[in-house]
């Protein structure tokens, strides 16, 4: 497929051979480079997606050589539940929640891992390398662990949850746990990769990341049979997941098999709300860097990467962004699993938080379709839930045992 990369800032026009990460003339933090295609070449139709095929079932639609290197893993092709008794009791007319905790390596970083990987292999590296908080770094090890050709470094908070850093290691990638934040972890991967000629994983500064992204995006309209949510809301750290859910949506739309973009919502966590804070602060949007502290380790970020593309696109689809407490968080946690059984982690829970505090405050209603993207497995990150639910054994004697439940049911 042919495309070109632009700039988000200075709207510069590259050749995919031309640039590898960045724009040259805007720098690491705002130039970020988005993929551009000539929507007039793309032939596509909607009977040719199904809601049960993975990913690479939109491979028309994304920037791949014909005979590109697809991870033996299935990638996507993700449920999308519906719960009308959720709807009826939050006072909007259709709630969705797309779940990736059952991709792979149980989070959505496995669909950028996934066009990772066949980028690398396209362009020959033997080693691939990731600066995370935790899910990205065990999606590229699990996906690479099936790729015998690649190598794969990991860079990491030494504080990051330990089943995140248990993934890594199991799935045999070389692990490098940083004594720092995950900011400072990112920082030392990108001259560590530079200097040892490795392919970067690491968000927003590889354009591909958001491509595979993106896709999310793609199944939630093919699964709602082309009549998209009026609302989609999903949480952010650096900015490329919320980026590649309108990407994906945009995307559909140019080519025809989408009649209209869904507004996009942004959910960051009050210790980490730093794209927020830049997309409040309006146009023109500059990186607005701070200290990132809760519990949803996946979107604690304090120095976000994809900071420009994910405000000017969310301010395109007409969303905005908003915050909530790590107390918000684990609520939402706990009501997601008990009332609808989707256990995610604590960044998955964050747009469920998010959704409610819409509603109370009116800005979300009865008319309203809304969709929200759990991005990982709340096995990924018990921590916090450990401390909400005291276990007190139960001797073996059945009157102990008839007494306890007579209490507890």
């Known amino acids: 497929m042919s495309y070109k990369l632009r700039c ?15 724009c040259p003339k805007c720098g690491p933090r705002k130039g970020t480079l988005e993929v551009v295609f000539n929507y007039d070449e793309i032939r596509v139709s909607r009977e040719e997606f199904s809601p049960e095929r993975d990913m690479f079932q939109f491979e028309k639609l994304l920037p791949l050589p014909k005979n590109y290197y697809k991870v033996p893993l299935r990638v996507g092709g993700t449920p999308l539940y519906d719960f009308p008794r959720v709807a009826e009791k939050l006072g909007v ?42 899910n990205a770094a065990s999606s590229l090890a699990g996906l690479t662990a099936s790729t015998p050709h690649l190598k794969s470094v990991i860079f990491v908070p030494a504080k990051a949850p330990r089943p995140k850093i248990v993934q890594i290691k199991v799935f045999g990638a070389t692990l490098v746990p940083i004594d720092g934040s995950y900011d400072q972890a990112f920082d030392i991967s990108m001259k560590i990769g530079d200097k040892m000629g490795w392919y970067s994983r690491n968000s927003a500064i590889n354009p591909y990341l958001l491509e595979g992204k993106k896709t999310g995006a793609m199944e939630i309209a093919v699964q709602m049979g082309y009549k998209v949510p009026d609302y989609v809301l999903v949480g952010v750290g650096d900015g490329t997941v919320i980026s590649g859910l309108y990407k994906g949506f945009y995307d559909m739309y140019k080519v025809g098999l989408i009649d209209e973009i869904p507004k996009i919502i942004g ?27 809760t519990i949803a380790d996946s979107i604690s970020v304090g120095k976000p990467r994809d900071v420009i593309k994910a405000c000017k696109y969310v301010k395109a689809s007409g969303g905005f962004y908003v915050s909530v407490s790590d107390e918000e968080i684990i609520d939402a946690q706990i009501e997601l699993a008990s009332e609808m059984g989707v256990f995610a982690e604590p960044a998955g829970s964050a747009p469920y938080a998010g959704l409610k505090k819409l509603v109370e405050s009116r800005r979300l209603g009865k008319d309203d379709t809304v969709a929200i993207v759990v991005t990982g497995n709340g096995l990924k990150d018990i921590r916090a839930l450990e401390k909400r639910f005291e276990i007190v054994p139960v001797p073996p004697d059945e009157e102990k045992v008839l007494e306890y439940l007579q209490k507890s049911v």
């Open 93 to 134: 007319n259709r709630f969705l929640v797309k779940y990736d905790g059952v991709n792979p390596t149980a989070s959505y970083k496995d669909r950028a891992s996934a066009l990772a990987i066949a980028k690398a292999t396209e362009k020959g590296y033997e080693t691939i390398y990731a600066a995370s908080t935790g």
């Open 8 to 22: 988000i800032s200075c709207g510069a026009i590259y050749d995919p051979d031309e640039v590898e990460y960045t």
């Open 267 to 293: 959910v960051q966590a009050e210790g980490a709300d730093a794209v927020k804070r830049v997309f409040d602060k309006g146009e023109p949007f500059e990186p607005i860097d701070m200290e990132a502290n």
